[in-house]
């Protein structure tokens, strides 16, 4: 097969980069979603911004901004309302979940870790996002 504007011939070879290159390409694009939050005041009276990065079709991922750690969250529920995502902690001693509103994009979220008789009921965060891709 040749090209018709520049009369190259296609060869299979080529094609094949071709279409790998294409599919490449769509996967690529395929779980691009992020988020800018910027957190509301906390029972802590801290403000803080934080990136959502969606990694997979099952995963997210937290980072603050001015800070490297990121926070790896399961998606355990997701619709056209609604993201629910939740994180074990390393040490198997607490969980935190956190819920992102799409139509108004809010989200709120709380978490809990052992020692229990440590936490308030003021220990939640909320705030608003910005969608960015």
């Known amino acids: ?3 018709l504007r520049s009369g190259v011939k296609l060869t299979p070879m080529k094609k094949l980069f071709l279409y790998v290159f294409l599919v490449l390409m769509w996967c690529n694009v395929g ?3 992020s988020y800018v939050c910027k957190d509301n005041k906390t029972s802590t009276n801290t403000v803080g911004t934080y990136i959502w ?4 079709k099952d995963h997210f991922s937290l980072r603050a901004i001015n800070k490297d750690q990121k926070i790896h969250f399961d998606i355990y529920h997701e619709d056209q309302n609604a993201i629910v995502l939740i994180a074990k902690a390393p040490n198997g001693l607490g969980v935190a979940t956190i819920v992102l509103y799409k139509n108004d994009l809010t989200y709120g979220g709380s978490s809990i870790f052992h020692p229990f ?3 308030d009921i003021d220990d939640y965060t909320s705030g608003k996002c910005d969608k960015i891709n």
């Open 1 to 3: 097969m040749t090209s």
């Open 31 to 33: 779980f691009a979603e």
């Open 53 to 56: 990065e969606r990694d997979s």
């Open 117 to 119: 008789d440590n936490y």
